[in-house]
């Protein structure tokens, strides 16, 4: 990653904001080789990685971040799809059917059953910890001494979403895998898997999310997730204004809504 790209992610987000006609403020996703010395680890906040990332977006945090000796309070799954602990072996009958020697049968049924809970798991691939510690913040208030940008996320109505991936393919020969909405807890749409983390995440896929209705009590039904990688952020940004959104405003925001 260049270091303009780096250094203008104040102007990223700001401008996917407004191309997009987006309400909330676009996240960067960093990592940092030293723990930072304002904000909060996710723990703090909210036991549910994502909960807490979404209330980073809706402004009542300005920073979150989490890291081996900055993991206490989050959910075991949480603590593995951001590569801080191995999965819970119990954790494959808590996805799926449940079973009497795991909290007590208690089940999600979000597969199956726990074989294809572990072979949809090996396909996502390993895992990587961050460097010292994964963290948030509004793009519009990241500094680049905090750290290294990893990826940005994007919160959007159906219309903004759809302006924004069209905007995307603007620039893209790749029709179908450029983009994609994997499995996963939503933890792993927002930063895992557009960040890098794991291994077999394909790095030209812009991710949508988030899949887990786990999720639906605290996240509102109009809003999906987009992860971009910065590479991806930037050439969106540079493509705005010879794209539909700056040529045919009409189109992308009928009525000027």
Known sequence: MNKDVKADIPVIGRTLKEAGHLDLDPLCVYESEKRPEKGKPFGEVDRCIAKAVFMCAKGQEDLLYI????????????????????MAEGLRYFISTGSPTFR?????HLKRDP??????????????????????????VFDENEGKPRSLLIFA???QLRNLLA???????????????PWGPSCASFLSYPAGLASNCPD??????????TGNRWMPPDLMSLGLKLKDADRMVQDVPASFLAKRPQVAFPDGR
């Open 67 to 86: 890291g081996q000796d900055a993991r206490s309070g989050v959910c075991p799954g949480g603590q593995s799809w951001t590569g801080l602990a191995e």
């Open 104 to 108: 007590h049968g208690e089940a999600e």
């Open 115 to 140: 074989d294809l809970v572990m072979r949809s798991k090996s396909f996502v691939g390993k895992i990587r910890p961050p460097v010292n510690y994964l963290c948030v913040t509004p793009c519009k």
């Open 157 to 159: 109505r159906a219309e």
């Open 167 to 181: 905007l995307h393919h603007f620039g893209t020969p790749d029709a179908f895998t450029s983009t994609s909405a």
């Open 204 to 213: 030209q896929a812009l991710i949508i999310g988030p899949v887990d209705p």
